[in-house]
């Protein structure tokens, strides 16, 4: 059986067929280094990861390509303000390449606590200014982007009358046409520069104040938001790949962008598969400032924001996102993650139980209608992967063979209830799924965590104690040595402390 991806274009499921086996090129969207990464940006990234691990699984040579956006992203899109960087630089008082650092360290951090792989490429927005304006002045001699005071727009209008009669407008991939898209954009700054509403920035012209400013043929300025991707995924997987993904929120504009220009620029639809990762709410409602919900990953890791109960270990939270399809809703909620944990803690329990199991000899099963069902949970991993990355089913099945395991320990069914070849493979399987492609750790490495956050906290109170009677000499040392070892305390303004180790 081969792997079905349900693709975001068609709007269907579809064979996986890549444009040259055993090679698949992946590009997936990545973070804006501007602030730190929230839960909601966990799924996608433990998404992306899962589907790498198992195409790799399965044998392919993949290459994984994903961003980091430092710089172009504007607080609101299409308005005249400064971009995210830049805005939250001044704030910080950084320099805007320090900030970048400080989010991308702190992002890696992260990403490494879920135990998801590296990408092959991470490229980032600063670093391909060339590409992007190599890219935009491909668009204009086209004719399908105009300069208006310094920058650089996209002409919405002009591809969707053209590429309409190729069978490709403009909303290909959202479903949305352009009619509704004009009349639900607001009303933005800077609206005379445009043709018109829908038309979006490839360039701006920088103001005399803004800090981060490239040179470019329309003047000193820098890149719109969408162009990066384009620009990166072609230089790095060529101008037709086969997998994009990224989380629902960016079907429209970013990825209807990037197919418009990539288009133009490369004559085809940049990639084969589009997959898109559905929302996480949280207690039900959808995550934002104006909720007070947003949960960023140390604060979750930590356990410090005021919706949590409790910290919740990284493994535990990749596997409450893996324990639901991708493209299905996921609610947060403390009774969720709670019972993720214990889930977890019952798998992992009975997984390593297993593999500590030695047979003595090779036997066949005693109880054949057991070993039947056995074999049939443990081949189905492979069927449900294979249909549409379908976590949630083969977690399902993990759990039926949890209380067969668990008997098995319990000598409440006899040791050669199984097949030897049946135990052999089952065990098999639960490595590649659970360690190999799902990226779950053991109890054991959790153990160790624990231990570790153990030792910090012990550190950060003995530093508290320190400071209360002023003995600054031994609380400077506390945090200098651990900023020594990689590990970054910082004070909260509720007094806490919270770290984060690089
Ligand atoms: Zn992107």
Not at 101 to 129: C, D, R, V
Not at 215 to 240: D, N, R, V
Not at 354 to 376: C, R
Not at 435 to 441: R, T
Request: glycine share 6%; hydrophobic share 35%.
């Amino acid at each position: 059986m081969s792997l079905k991806v349900y693709n975001s274009l068609t709007r269907k499921k579809e064979l996986f067929e890549p444009i040259n086996p055993p090679y698949v090129g992946m590009y997936v969207c990545g973070p804006t280094v501007s602030g730190e990464s929230h839960l909601g940006h966990a799924r996608p990234f433990i998404t992306f990861d899962v589907l790498y691990r198992y195409l790799m699984y399965l044998g392919y040579k993949v290459r994984y390509v994903r961003n980091i956006t430092d710089a172009g992203h504007f607080e609101e899109e299409g308005r005249e303000a400064e971009d995210k960087i830049s805005s939250k630089a001044i704030l910080e008082k950084l320099e805007p390449m320090e900030l970048v650092q400080k989010y991308t360290n702190m992002y890696h951090w992260a990403m490494n606590q879920f135990n998801n792989l590296p990408p092959s490429i991470e490229p980032t927005a600063t670093g391909h200014i060339v590409e992007q304006i190599e890219m935009i002045k491909k668009i204009i001699e086209d004719g399908y982007a105009y300069e208006s005071n310094g920058s650089v727009y996209f002409d919405v209008e002009k591809y969707n009358t053209d590429f309409s009669a190729k069978g490709q407008p403009y909303g290909i991939l959202s479903g949305r046409i352009l009619d509704d898209q004009i009349e639900s954009t607001r009303e933005l700054d800077n609206q005379d520069e445009k043709r018109n509403k829908s038309d979006f920035a490839l360039w701006k012209n920088a103001p005399p104040e803004h800090i981060m400013r490239w040179q470019s043929p329309w003047g000193e300025g820098f890149p719109g938001w969408h162009i990066e991707c384009s620009a990166m995924s072609t230089k790095y997987l060529g101008k037709e790949f086969d997998i994009h993904g990224g989380g629902m929120d960016l079907q429209f504009p970013h990825h209807e962008c990037e197919i418009a220009q990539s288009t133009v620029c490369n004559h085809q639809m940049p990639a084969r598969y589009w997959l898109h990762n559905n929302m996480i709410t949280i207690n039900g409602k959808k995550m934002g400032k104006s909720y007070n919900n947003v949960i960023k990953l140390s604060e979750l890791f930590a356990g410090t924001h005021p919706i949590l109960e409790q910290a919740y270990a990284p493994s535990t939270v990749r596997f409450f996102i893996l324990q639901s399809q991708y493209r299905s809703t996921l609610d947060f909620s403390n009774e969720a993650l709670q019972a993720s944990e214990k889930a977890l803690r019952r798998l992992m329990d009975a997984y390593e139980w297993l593999m500590s199991f030695e047979q003595t000899d090779n036997h066949t099963a005693s109880d054949g209608q057991l070993n039947e069902k056995v074999l049939k949970l443990v081949t189905a991993f492979d069927e449900y992967m294979n249909d549409d990355i379908n976590t949630a089913k083969v977690i399902a099945n993990m759990f039926e063979l949890v209380p067969i395991i668990n008997s098995l320990k319990d000598k409440h069914i006899s040791a050669t209830a199984l097949d030897s070849k049946t135990i052999e493979f089952m065990k098999k399987q639960l490595t590649a799924f659970i360690v190999n492609i799902f990226g779950l750790e053991s109890s054991k490495a959790n153990n160790n965590n624990n231990k570790l956050e153990g030792v910090l906290q012990l550190l950060i109170n003995m530093r508290k104690e320190a400071k209360q009677r002023k003995d600054f000499v031994t609380s400077d040392k506390i945090r200098n040595e651990l900023t020594a070892l990689g590990i970054q305390l910082k004070d909260e303004k509720d007094g806490g402390m919270s770290y984060t180790i690089q």
